[in-house]
């Protein structure tokens, strides 16, 4: 499938692909010389030893490759595209993204997630794209960015409202609508 040049594509920040390298040499420099230096330095069975070293290594090698195949969305006049730098591609038509969410994951993290209509999460992304970028991408898409999650109704999705006793989903649908309008 071809697919025609985005109109706009954001991609993950410079210091987030630093990072991502920074900590994926660090592990596979790590394993592979306990992996080295286990091997040679007990025999008869170092080698087994040196081999449990290698899982730090497997973990490291993606970190490495992360920076020269980033995570990026791209958006034309008809779709919203996110690829990320490994795994499958997620398209879906532009005019279904009614909002972006930033919300909080834990310790410092943020997850970024684009909701449909029925303010089901169609796309979710980690935190690797920049402020600007992503309020640039909203605004070309012409959506709203709740920046500020955890102090909006318009956050919630349609999972957490049903979870909420039903006189306390009925004033957040009726504030949501008004805000709507």
């Not at 449990?52 to 992360?66: D, R, S």
């Not at 709740?146 to 009726?174: C, F, H, M, T």
């Amino acid at each position: 499938m071809t697919y025609p040049l985005a109109d706009v594509t954001i991609q993950e920040t410079r210091s987030t692909r630093i990072a991502y390298m920074v900590i994926g040499i660090v592990l596979t420099a790590a394993g592979l010389a306990g992996a080295v230096y286990l091997t040679l330095s007990a025999p008869p069975f170092g080698w087994l030893a040196g081999l449990t070293c290698l899982f730090p290594a497997g973990l490291g090698m993606p970190g490495i490759y992360k920076p020269w195949h980033p995570a990026h969305i791209d958006a034309d006049e008809l779709h919203l595209r996110y690829s990320p730098s490994f795994g499958k591609s997620k398209e879906l038509p532009r005019g279904t993204v009614r909002s972006i969410v930033r919300l909080p994951r834990g310790r410092g993290f943020f997850d970024y997630e684009f909701r449909d209509q029925a303010n089901a999460t169609t796309i979710k992304v980690g935190d690797g794209f920049s402020k600007a970028d992503v309020e640039g991408l909203a605004h070309y898409i012409g959506t709203k960015l709740i920046w500020d999650a955890s102090n909006s109704i318009e956050a919630l999705s349609a999972g957490d409202l049903a979870k909420l006793p039903p006189d306390v989903r009925a004033r957040i649908q009726q504030a949501m609508d008004q805000q709507s309008k």
